[in-house]
């Protein structure tokens, strides 16, 4: 749940990210990308809130959704403080959503990075052959039984393959060096080439902008937001309501 220190709202970013997830994928760890993002939205819209944190700690994720979500992240910068915190881990779509705050903090234990796409291909005709099973597959449709798990690989599937995972890849390093405001050969050559990397070697890179634990982060945002004159006093009933409108809301559907 959203959590508040005073009048900045913590969000967390926990686990493994889907376009969309369910109640039980909830509970084992998950996180689904529409809900959290229907979340950061009200968050953005509230008047209550003065600033926001986003809590990460995530491997990544599926890519749908992802490209989406950054970039609404990235369009709410100025609205009010975004800050996001690797704490302990922002990587593969974890940092690709992260990098789109206001600013990047990493923990002094924390990692960011992997900045990468991979898609697998499983080849159980050996296995199934081994057992005496033949699958044949009948369909219509030239590709449509392309990349199965019942024969090996062909050339022409691994190129298509590798071209859906090349353009991905190309729309995550775009929008890294967008958020980071680098250009895209530093993303590519200079961001860890799908590593991730620790807490000084991501100041050193550029892929992060200060290193700090989360209550410093919290409390160098609240003297920011008091001298700036917006009001960051603990208001019990704001955490109620907050609560109340999280408990409230329906849960995604589900993705077969």
Do not use: C
Not at 36 to 53: C, K, P, R, Y
Not at 86 to 107: C, F, G, I, M, R
Not at 154 to 161: C, F, K, P, Q, V
Not at 176 to 195: I, P, Q, Y
């Amino acid at each position: 749940p959203v959590t508040s220190q005073g009048n900045i709202a913590v969000m967390p970013l926990f686990g493994t990210i889907f376009p969309r997830a369910n109640l039980m994928t909830e509970m084992s760890g998950a996180v689904s990308a529409e809900r959290w993002g229907a979340q950061f939205a009200q968050l953005v819209a509230d008047s209550n809130v003065s600033a926001i944190i986003i809590d990460v700690n995530s491997p990544g994720g599926a890519v749908n959704g992802i490209d989406e979500l950054s970039a609404q992240i990235f369009k709410a910068r100025g609205s009010k403080p975004i800050v996001a915190v690797s704490n302990h881990l922002a990587a593969s779509a974890a940092y690709w959503l992260a990098t789109a705050a206001d600013e990047l903090v990493v923990t002094p234990s924390g990692e960011v990075g992997s900045i990468g796409v991979f898609a697998a291909h499983e080849d159980f005709s050996k296995a199934l052959e081994a057992e005496g099973i033949k699958t044949t597959l009948v369909s219509a449709g030239k590709f449509k039984v392309e990349a199965n798990p019942y024969e090996p690989l062909t050339d022409e599937a691994r190129a298509s393959i590798q071209a859906r995972v090349n353009d991905y890849y190309d729309s995550f390093v775009k929008a890294v060096a967008r958020n980071r405001g680098v250009s895209v050969n530093d993303v590519r050559e200079g961001f860890g080439e799908g590593r991730v990397v620790g807490a000084k070697d991501a100041m050193r890179l550029g892929m992060a902008d200060r290193i700090e634990t989360m209550n410093e982060t919290i409390a160098r945002l609240g003297r920011s937001l008091k001298s700036a004159g917006r009001s960051t006093v603990a208001d019990d009933d704001f955490r109620q309501r907050r609560a109340r409108a999280f408990q409230s809301e329906p849960i995604g559907s589900v993705e077969p």
